[in-house]
């Protein structure tokens, strides 16, 4: 069995046994890995802490039959007791890591990787609303996968915008003449704030009215749910 190195983000965790736990990981190099982390439940555990959900670590393990196994990890990104003290923060971030699990299924995903560290260390640090984060993850984490969507021209026949009716089947806002009897119309604003979201484009996200967020909000729960045929755990409402 031979020993290897890996930078990863704690996605998920399981009980394993009386001690043990099964660690979800987003790795840089390696994509999705699912491995043993022994004796992290005990008190007396040097790294359990290490391995909680949100938490960034550089890792060495060691190969198995069927699990590999941690067996040194340290800190790069203390994300977890900043987002799982505060509801709204754990809400967003279980999103972003359901999210980046689903996404980086079946080999390196480094885009993945990266957006989602950033994201957790905004969202750690509390200072921009934790909606606005989720749904800005959600959009760039959909366009990394090849899926980005248009809120400028008209998806359908590229007739230049502003738009304001969105189906998210196509992917994006429809002019007028492409629209079909029950598409959605928003707010103008809504559709400036979704294309800030897909921007990065915080200053304009933040002057957002609560309207324009919730309508925003659902387009981006609607179109993330769309192309990944499955409903997110975490978006629920209840």
Same mark, same amino acid.
């Given at each position: 069995?031979? %020993?290897?190195?890996?930078?990863?983000?704690?996605?998920?965790?399981?009980?394993?046994?009386?001690?043990?736990?099964?660690?979800?990981?987003?790795?840089?190099?390696?994509?999705?890995?699912?491995?043993?982390?022994?004796?992290?439940?005990?008190?007396?555990?040097?790294?359990?802490?290490?391995?909680? /959900?949100?938490?960034?670590?550089?890792?060495?393990?060691?190969?198995?039959?069927?699990?590999?196994?941690?067996?040194?990890?340290?800190? %790069?990104?203390?994300?977890? +007791?900043?987002?799982?003290?505060?509801?709204?923060?754990?809400?967003?971030?279980?999103? !972003?890591?359901?999210?980046?699990?689903?996404?980086?299924?079946?080999? =390196?995903? /480094?885009?993945?990787?990266?957006? &989602?560290?950033?994201?957790?260390?905004?969202?750690?640090?509390?200072?921009?609303? =934790?909606?606005?984060?989720?749904?800005?993850?959600?959009?760039?984490? !959909?366009?990394?996968?090849?899926? $980005? +969507?248009?809120?400028?021209?008209?998806?359908?026949?590229?007739? =230049?915008?502003?738009?304001?009716?969105?189906?998210?089947?196509?992917?994006?806002?429809?002019?007028?003449?492409?629209?079909? =009897?029950?598409? +959605?119309?928003?707010? +103008?604003? @809504?559709?400036?704030?979704?294309?800030?979201?897909?921007?990065?484009?915080?200053?304009?996200? %933040?002057? @957002?009215?609560?309207?324009?967020?919730?309508?925003?909000?659902?387009?981006? $729960?609607?179109?993330?749910?769309?192309? !990944?045929?499955?409903?997110?755990?975490? &978006?629920?409402?209840?």
């Amino acid at each position: 069995m031979s %020993l290897y190195r890996e930078q990863g983000v704690v996605l998920r965790t399981q009980k394993l046994g009386e001690a043990d736990r099964i660690v979800t990981l987003l790795t840089l190099s390696r994509g999705i890995i699912r491995v043993v982390a022994k004796g992290v439940r005990k008190t007396t555990s040097k790294f359990g802490a290490r391995l909680e /959900p949100f938490m960034v670590a550089d890792l060495q393990l060691y190969e198995g039959r069927t699990l590999d196994t941690i067996t040194q990890a340290s800190t %790069l990104g203390a994300y977890g +007791p900043h987002i799982s003290q505060d509801y709204d923060r754990y809400r967003a971030g279980s999103a !972003m890591v359901e999210t980046a699990e689903r996404l980086s299924e079946g080999g =390196p995903a /480094p885009e993945q990787y990266r957006l &989602l560290i950033g994201a957790l260390r905004t969202l750690a640090q509390g200072n921009i609303a =934790p909606e606005l984060l989720r749904d800005g993850y959600l959009l760039r984490a !959909m366009a990394a996968a090849g899926w $980005a +969507p248009g809120f400028q021209e008209c998806v359908r026949c590229g007739a =230049p915008g502003p738009h304001t009716r969105v189906i998210v089947q196509l992917g994006g806002v429809v002019c007028q003449d492409c629209a079909v =009897p029950g598409t +959605p119309q928003l707010e +103008p604003g @809504s559709i400036v704030l979704l294309a800030a979201l897909l921007a990065g484009d915080w200053d304009t996200a %933040l002057a @957002s009215s609560e309207l324009e967020r919730g309508q925003a909000a659902g387009i981006v $729960a609607a179109y993330t749910q769309w192309h !990944m045929e499955k409903g997110l755990r975490s &978006l629920r409402t209840n």
